[in-house]
């Protein structure tokens, strides 16, 4: 399973692209930075976009790909929630912000959409997918992705503390987990279902007490102004668990 990191924070600059991951070039999970970040070939690559939630940096590109696609006689599914589907479909193509993607052509749309049940795995593209819910400001869950030869991963998407009954449901090789800023803000950031790496230490504990080992794990999310902070408080975090604990880049790969 060959992981990239299409963006990896939650503000997009010319140097940082809002989030998005990509799987083997098939499969993607959230749609803040798909087309900002791959060629129209490789877009065309792409079968299927899970989406965690409906915050407009996770499905901002999902019109833009639409377009693209559309363009080009291509189709693509979307996988997400029920509330994300209505997210989407209400706000963001309703034929007025934007082309209504998921019924034009009329009779092969470009945009197909399949509704995810939390705890339920489904077989999608190849790979076993469960999502699960995490704790986040509105509605929203992380995915679970076991490829064929048995390679894990799971990414939270955004979330807060309290993931013990998340954790649970998941045996990850791998952790993609976000850390949104500094511990100068815990406690706003647990309100606004966030994490900061004293809150990421609480939950990867909580992980290691649960499952009995510690994944390698991924951050992601990060506010750009903070992540030189971020970065160190992450670095005394590793030190204390014995674990990895790597902060994602745009472009970064990753191999299981």
Known sequence: MEIKILGAHNCESESSKLISLLIDDVLAIDAGGITSSLSFEAQQKIKGVLLTHHHYDHVRDIPTIAMNLFLRGARITIYSTSMAYDAVI???LDDKLYPDFHQRPRHNPTLRFSIIEPHKDELIEGYSVLAVPVNHSISAVGYQI????????????????GLASCWRHVSPQLLIIEVTASDRYKE?????????????????TSFREIKGYLPKVVIVHMEPAQEKEIAAEIAAVERDLGGSITLAYEGMELKL
């Open 90 to 92: 209400t706000h963001l």
């Open 146 to 161: 076991t490829s064929a030869d048995g390679k894990v991963v799971f990414y939270t998407g955004d979330t807060g503390p």
């Open 188 to 204: 706003e950031m647990a309100k606004s279902g966030h994490l900061t790496p004293s809150l990421l230490r609480e939950e990867l």
